[in-house]
């Protein structure tokens, strides 16, 4: 079983920046940020495999990065540009399924974080 604990969350105003973090305790093959709000479906932001091949939601591409440290175990999402349309609950997430497709899918992941609150205000 592996534990992911995310860090970083906060409060921005519109335009600002966030950097969220995510360490693993255990191997992990495809790491993801995921982001809910209230009353919809947990959405898929951004994926990464090992190779550090990179997937991004339409929403984000060109104001989020995200990053692997596979040394460190580590998930960085570097959010830029922010807008209240970003706010939500982000989760970090993960599988183990080596050489999978890392997908945005929600049921392709099966650790997932506590989540980190990004409140984004106009």
């Known amino acids: 079983q592996v534990q992911l604990v995310e860090s970083g969350g906060g409060s921005v105003q519109a335009g600002g920046s966030l950097r969220l973090s995510c360490v693993a305790s255990?191997?992990?093959?495809?790491m993801g940020w995921f982001r809910q709000v209230p009353g919809k479906e947990r959405e898929g932001v951004a994926v990464?495999?090992?190779?550090?091949?990179?997937t991004y939601v339409a929403s984000v591409k060109g104001r989020f990065t995200s990053s692997r440290d596979i040394a460190k175990n580590t998930l960085s999402l570097q959010m830029d540009s922010l807008t209240p349309e970003d706010a939500a609950m982000y989760y970090c997430?993960?599988?183990?399924?080596?050489?999978?497709?890392?997908?945005?899918?929600?049921?392709?992941?099966?650790?997932w974080g506590q989540g980190t609150q990004v409140t984004v205000s106009s």
């Open positions: 255990g191997y992990t093959y495809c």
């Open positions: 997430a993960a599988n183990d399924n080596s050489g999978s497709w890392c997908s945005l899918y929600r049921a392709r992941f099966w650790y």
């Open positions: 990464i495999d090992r190779d550090g091949r990179e």
